[in-house]
T-cell receptor
């Protein structure tokens, strides 16, 4: 079974530029998550989708971050404009069941390492 | 609010030594799951184990074992006879019912040959 795919793996941009990340979850997984992992810290949830609907985006900085999951499969996360503090690894994860399911295990992709200069 | 504390920032051991990674959690919820993930240098978080709050049985899987103690809110992870390939950052995480997954800050394990 193929895992969670993400691209690009690395991205370097200058502040105030825009950037987009792509995620393809494990086939059949209904729930998709985007996390931000700053160096030396654990991942922090940005947004959670169930199918193509947003379940939780309370920690997403909506003035500059946006995300969508068209057709309930692939997802893109965009930052516009980027700031220096956005430098981090952006991880996508997916899980099989309904959002909020206690038994659901999240499976992670390799992440996109973003450097903002 | 929930919180996960991994007090050990970095641990270094010599190959074949046993090593224990500590995890202490806080939550007011009575129903929750605990997880351990491994993050090798490649960056992908690899799921290792899930344990629910009603099951305090310890678990062993090969060289890995987990000790869950509800009385001390701890979920420690032991690697027996460590190997160089075990070198990675290990994260403990907590998910109470209806809430999001909260990660600790991770423990960097280095196994020296």
């Amino acid at each position: 079974e193929a895992g969670v795919a993400q691209s690009p793996r690395y991205k370097i941009i200058e502040k105030r530029q825009s950037v987009a990340f792509w995620c393809n979850p494990i086939s059949g997984h209904a729930t998709l998550y985007w996390y931000q992992q700053i160096l030396g810290q654990g991942p922090k949830l940005l947004i959670q989708f169930q199918n193509n609907g947003v379940v939780d985006d309370s920690q997403l900085p909506k003035d500059r971050f946006s995300a969508e999951r068209l057709k309930g499969v692939d997802s893109t996360l965009k930052i516009q404009p980027a700031k220096l503090e956005d430098s981090a690894v952006y991880l996508c994860a997916s899980s099989k069941g309904a959002s909020g399911s206690l038994t659901d295990t999240q499976y992670f992709g390799p992440g996109t390492r973003l450097t903002v200069l | 609010a929930q919180k996960v504390t991994q007090a050990q920032t970095e641990i270094s051991v010599v190959e074949k030594e046993d090593v224990t990674l500590d995890c202490v959690y806080e939550t007011r919820d009575t129903t929750y799951y605990l997880f351990w993930y491994k993050q090798p240098p490649s960056g992908e978080l690899v799921f290792l184990i899930r344990r629910n709050s009603f099951d305090e049985q310890n678990e062993i899987s090969g060289r890995y074992s987990w000790n869950f103690q509800k009385s001390t809110s701890s979920f420690n992870f032991t690697i027996t006879a460590s190997q160089v390939v075990d070198s990675a950052v290990y994260f403990c995480a907590l998910r109470p019912r209806g809430r999001q997954l909260t990660f600790g800050s991770g423990t960097q394990l280095t196994v020296l040959p």
